[in-house]
Nanobody
Framework: QVQLVESGGGLVQAGGSLRLSCAAS????????MGWFRQAPGKEREFVAA????????SYTDSVKGRFTVSRDNAKNTMYLQMNSLKPEDTAVYYC???????????????WGQGTQVTVSS
């Protein structure tokens, strides 16, 4: 089992920045690929970004490329999402998730956090 706790959400004006954190416990964090997802009101949950166990493989959805940066610190069992140039359409609940495998290309996200709200005002 792994437990995931997100933090860092809040209210920010368009063009501003936030950094989300995802603290993991209960399993070997460094052997897990991790991801960020988001769900806006009335919409399906969507993929935002993912990072392999070593950080050597990273993926983003097109709408956040150049604005968001995913990273991890395996010594601290924590993953981050730096969000810059935020837009109102980035408003959503952001979730972190973990796989049981180290790589992005295989496996499913088996573990999920409770989510943190990000609201971007225009």
């Amino acid at each position: 089992q792994v437990q995931l706790v997100e933090s860092g959400g809040g209210l920010v004006q368009a063009g501003g920045s936030l950094r989300l954190s995802c603290a993991a416990s209960g399993r070997t964090f460094s052997s897990s690929a991790m991801g960020w997802f988001r769900q806006a009101p009335g919409k399906e949950r969507e993929f935002v970004a993912a990072i392999s166990w070593s950080g050597g493989s990273i993926s983003y959805t097109d709408s956040v490329k150049g604005r968001f940066t995913v990273s991890r610190d395996n010594a601290k069992n924590t993953m981050y999402l730096q969000m810059n140039s935020l837009k109102p359409e980035d408003t959503a609940v952001y979730y972190c998730a973990a796989k049981s495998v180290p790589w992005l290309e295989v496996g499913e996200y088996n573990y999920w956090g409770q989510g943190t709200q990000v609201t971007v005002s225009s």
